[in-house]
């Protein structure tokens, strides 16, 4: 059994609340604030109670890749054309996607791109190749999503990948989808 004193470290860790934990736990408020403050000694299903809420909020909170990525991967080539990557993206409800030529990522493009690109050349029969930015990050299946977090900061879609092999793809929008269930 963990040591009672890790509950308050536990929990502000999580950002919750002496009540959301309590309320998570099944126990009172005023009992997690007694433990809290080494006023009592809990029942022994008490704090089994506490600490296997913890355990399980901490465990969702490590998401990694493969609990956030899609393993659908739509993708342009580099060999075609705006008009096609915009009708790929449209078709499918997304503002970016990556650029696989085979199974190597080479690049991707994002709506801002293919604007840039059509107020630039006034045409979209330009070639992908022409105007994609280079390859987004490549990651493993196991990176953590605070990894993830940071590198969708400066990138609006990251691949993932399994032995050489691409796998999935995560997108902002997944990676907020499974932080704000």
Known sequence: MNNLKEIKLLRKRLNLTQKELAQRSGVSQSLIAKIESEKIDPSFNNAKKIFETLNQIQTKSDF?????????????SSKDSIRSAIRKMKNNDISQIPVIDGNHAVGYVSERILLESMIKFGTPDKLIADVMQDSPPIIPL?????????????????????????KGIITKSDMLRVMYK
């Open 64 to 76: 990694s890749a493969k609990d956030i990525m899609s393993s659908k991967i739509i993708n342009v």
């Open 142 to 166: 196991d990176t953590k999503k605070d990894v993830i977090a940071s590198l969708l900061i400066q990138f609006p879609l990251v691949l993932v990948k399994e032995k050489e092999k691409l």
